[in-house]
């Protein structure tokens, strides 16, 4: 039997393996926020990364990507359903990233459905995965997100010091590409063995910023 077709599990092609969770930056342009072509670079990079590390046939995306949702538009049907399916929710860590209401609601989404599926399998892995984007002494991490480390064996010191933008910016396209290639792994790997369980999306209908003081850990 293979992984993609496990008791109670739809098809690889059938639900996105990651949820890409990132702070974009706003315009000056009221409602606005402006999609960073750098996430954009990463994000399909990884998608390719994972079709070859599985067998999703690609044709749904394998990762979900908030490409500019309009400031007051909370939560619209495609991207609830996206927080309620995938496999492991990817928080991308920067500045911008730990001060955003948007992030801190999807963060309480996922946490919620973690939650709700160890009611049944306590002993589950987490299918978190946080990657970074800038240098970790850029930001301060929000309390309830330190549990889930962005260290881990086998990822270059480079990364760990400068985040996956700062190997752009600096032109290191090996060292990025070997980078991506290895939270790839991490992504299926932990996506195999988390088998997190779908969730109704009226779970997340009273969802809250976990990032803003006095709300972070109350989820």
Request: glycine share 8%.
């Amino acid at each position: 039997m293979t992984e993609s077709h496990l008791p109670g599990r739809p098809a690889d092609s059938e639900v996105p393996y990651f949820f890409h969770s990132y702070g974009q930056m706003h315009s000056r342009a009221a409602g606005l926020r402006v999609l960073d072509e750098r996430q954009e670079k990463f994000h399909e990079l990884l998608g390719q990364f994972v079709l070859q590390l599985t067998t999703h046939e690609g044709t749904t995306p394998v990762g979900f990507f908030d490409k500019g949702i309009p400031l007051g538009v909370e939560w619209e049907k495609n991207l609830k359903e996206a927080l309620a399916t995938c496999r492991v929710f990817v928080p991308v860590y920067s500045p911008q990233y730990c001060v955003s209401r948007w992030c801190g609601m999807e963060f309480d989404g996922f946490l919620r459905r973690q939650a709700e599926h160890h009611r049944s399998e306590p002993y589950t892995v987490s299918a978190i995965v946080p990657v970074l984007w800038t240098s970790p002494g850029r930001f301060a991490l929000p309390d309830v997100a330190r549990p889930f480390q962005y260290h881990g064996s086998g990822l270059d010191e480079e990364y760990q010091h400068m985040g996956l933008r700062g190997l752009m910016e600096a032109g290191k396209w090996g060292v990025f590409r070997r980078t991506v290639w290895r939270i790839a792994e991490r992504i299926v790997d932990v996506a195999t063995a988390a088998q997190l369980k779908s969730c109704d999306v009226k779970l997340f209908d009273d969802l809250r910023n976990v990032f803003a003081p006095g709300t972070q850990g109350d989820s």
